[in-house]
């Protein structure tokens, strides 16, 4: 952590913001950017420690913003979208982990859904309603393959999911299911927004195919090819940038979710590829060390997110919008650990553990947010409400489990609050629930009860189980986590000797 501070240390500490940010003082409705990349890691980018990965311009925006070192997702993208769209825990959703990566039976598993129903709603809603005009770009991923066969809940299988290159699905989903869409959920338009998790599915030879669905053409039935078509990350910054040009006149909101640097791992191109595969590697975090052809691609992947980011904020400046624009940058979960790695953090995407969790982001907002570190532990579900108090909407009444940020947005210190997650299935981990709180981290694994502590102040890497040599620690932690779960009625898999 010191090393990463030292990183950031350019940043002033001060988290102080102009009076203008706080918009209950302003009729004016700022422009939202929300930019989501997929599996990018916690120190996958300079800002964040990294030595190895080259992301100038991220560093550069980090340098303006007010930087959360603490952010965090669920540990892969179903749940995490979900739980960022709704505002809402997975257990109310039903969607733990991606459907097909799930592992077990359906007595040590509550088998996740794959589609959010309208009994859900996503932020676009009251947004639009708000006199937003809205875009999602890029990956949606909270619809699925076959919502017909997710009726019958809960299941006893886990969900399946089409071949490479099968558009049998694609008319339904063009016609009786834009319902669960972008353009069904608040969203005006939508470029790229279906139920895969990655872009190589249009692709028979899915990941062993040259494009990966990142090269054109994309093969993705909600993305119109074009002329000039080439690389995916670039396609979807153009049509942002366009919508921005078409709506500067009015609130917009964009939800700007590349699909980049999942894998497939596809070179940007080969100067890149080369530079990359030339470097020495970093010491620290061990990136470059390993697999070294994958994570230079990877790092191509990186850079050209980088790129991109700062094509938004060049088209920001020219047409004088940054100062009524407040954009937030993060992941959607930890590195891929085929991709990446880092010797900071234990474990990767599909962890439990802070490699899986914990994300790198941002929010920079010209003007109105005085660049600083907050290390106020945040998660997903914090950016519904957020947008809403931005927004100027005072009567959502929905559910919502997260907490706005614009009082740390506005240099207020904000009580101490616990974080939770719940997954009921297993993929990389059994089913656990977990609870963050100040240092503390502890998990408990839902079908044997066993239980983990972890002092994350001075043990980040979590080599050092606390659970025995802090009980009362432990014993008061575990009571809240079990207490939060009772109060909420939170299901556990019926092989579960827990109670609660």
Known sequence: MKRILQTISIIPIAIAVLSACNQKESNTKPNIIYIMADDLGWQDVGFMGSQWFETPNLDNLAGESLVFTDAYMYPTCSPSRTALLTGRQSFRTGVY?????????????????????????????????????????????????????????????KLKQPDNGDTSWVAKHKQDYQKYYPRGRGFDENVGGTWWGDPARGYDQGYKSESGGYKAPFKNPFIDDQEGDEWLTDRLTDDAIDFIKRNKSEPFFVNLHYYAPHRPTVPRNTAWLRKFMEKAPDTVTGQGTKRLEEIAGYATMIASIDENVQRIFDYLDKEGLRENTIVIFT?????????????????????VYEGGIRVPAFANWKGRITPGISQTPICGMDYFPTFLELANISDYNETLDGQSLVPLLNGKKEKERPLFWHLASAYKNPPCSIIRKGKWKLIQFLNDGKTELYNLEADL???ENLVDANKPIADDLLDELVTWRKENKVPLPPASVLAY
Not at 149 to 155: C, L, Q, V
Not at 333 to 351: D, E, Y
């Open 331 to 351: 992941s959607d979960n930890g590195f891929n650990g085929l991709q990446s790695s880092t010797n900071t953090l234990r474990g990767a995407k599909g962890t």
């Open 97 to 157: 982990n991606v459907p097909v990566l799930e592992r077990g039976n359906d007595q040590t598993n509550i088998f996740s859904r794959w589609t959010v129903g309208h009994e859900h709603p996503v932020y676009a809603e009251p947004l639009h309603e708000a006199g937003y005009k809205l875009i999602h770009l890029g990956k949606w991923h909270i619809v699925g393959p076959d919502p017909e066969a997710e009726k019958d809940y809960p299941f006893q299988q």
């Open 461 to 463: 890497k979590e080599s």
